[in-house]
């Protein structure tokens, strides 16, 4: 995602769910003292407005992403805050780099880990960033049937070429038939103190078909990819087509002609707080 203007101005379902989850945790988030890396943090919004306040006035922030169009905007707007910086990080690397092990004291991440293909190496590398008795809280995206326009499309010929690797970006969750089980069990395969691990149904609703198409096209990772032009236009009619299909609509209140519909989106999210155990002492 590299259009940064079109994700704030689509981005109010992840903003509205992490300010329900930073809300939940304020406790946790309180006592989360030194130095804290936030694991995706996009634009920096969500970062500053929801996530900064929380913390303890001892402890400064990291905000890190892949992306460098999100970083220079991040650092363009919040540069004067002087307990925050930003870091170029791919949580998903086989190569952590050496200087960011065991860095930090506490993280956090909202709707970032869905993007990655190997879950596991990236909760891997959160364990390496932590120090001991280290702790982190995570949300992200387990379950959009938003996902199936994606392995859908993906079978037309015409798009085939631009969608070679569309099951990269289904995240890994999503066929889980136990999610949280699955979670937890890798979790605690890599060595975490699972405090808190649960599955929420949640849902939101798009004032119009119109609000719903630009936050889908905001988060398409396929449309950049397009040659400009009819097969581009045509590939957004067919993506949004094939999102409304698996979606509720219903009449929009506020439209008194009653042309307009509302939609309702229904989706799974993961929550988890952990905590990276203290080094234990042996005797012989």
């Known amino acids: 995602m590299e259009k940064v203007d079109e994700y704030l101005n689509a981005s109010k379902l992840q903003y509205h769910d992490t300010s329900e989850i930073v809300e939940e945790f304020d406790k946790e988030l309180g006592e989360m003292h030194g130095r804290c890396i936030d694991l995706g943090c996009g634009p920096g919004q969500v970062t500053v407005e929801l996530i900064l306040p929380r913390l303890p006035r001892d402890s400064v922030m990291i905000g890190a992403d892949i992306s460098n169009a999100m970083l220079e905007h991040a650092t363009k707007n919040y540069r004067d805050n002087p307990r925050l910086s930003f870091l170029h990080l791919d949580i998903e690397t086989s190569n952590l780099p050496q200087e960011q092990i065991a860095r930090y004291d506490n993280a956090v991440s909202m709707y970032c880990l869905h993007w990655c293909h190997n879950t596991r190496l990236a909760f891997e590398n959160i364990f390496k960033l932590l120090r001991p008795g280290g702790k982190a809280l995570i949300m992200f995206l387990a379950y959009n049937d938003g ?21 990269k970006f289904v995240p890994y969750f999503h066929r889980s038939n136990d999610s949280r089980g699955a ?5 605690e395969d890599i ?5 808190h691990c649960s599955k929420r149904e949640k849902s939101f609703v798009y004032q119009n078909i119109q609000s719903l198409k630009k936050h889908a096209l905001a988060v398409n990772p396929f449309i950049s990819r397009i040659p400009e032009g009819d097969l581009k236009e045509e590939f957004e009619d067919i993506l949004i087509r094939e999102i409304i299909s698996r979606k509720i609509l219903f009449p929009n ?3 008194k002609c009653q042309k307009e519909y509302s939609v309702l989106d229904r989706y799974h999210i993961l929550v988890t707080y952990m905590q ?9």
Do not use: C, W
């Not at 392995?151 to 015409?158: A, C, G, L, Q, S």
């Not at 060595?191 to 405090?195: E, I, K, Q």
């Not at 990276?276 to 012989?284: D, F, V």
């Open 253 to 255: 209140k506020a439209d």
């Open 147 to 167: 996902f199936d326009a994606y392995v859908r499309i993906h079978e037309n010929p015409r798009y085939q070429p631009y969608m070679q690797d569309a099951h």
């Open 191 to 195: 060595g975490f103190n699972v405090l």
């Open 183 to 187: 979670l937890r069990s890798i979790l």
């Open 276 to 284: 990276k155990p203290y080094t234990t002492m042996t005797t012989e």
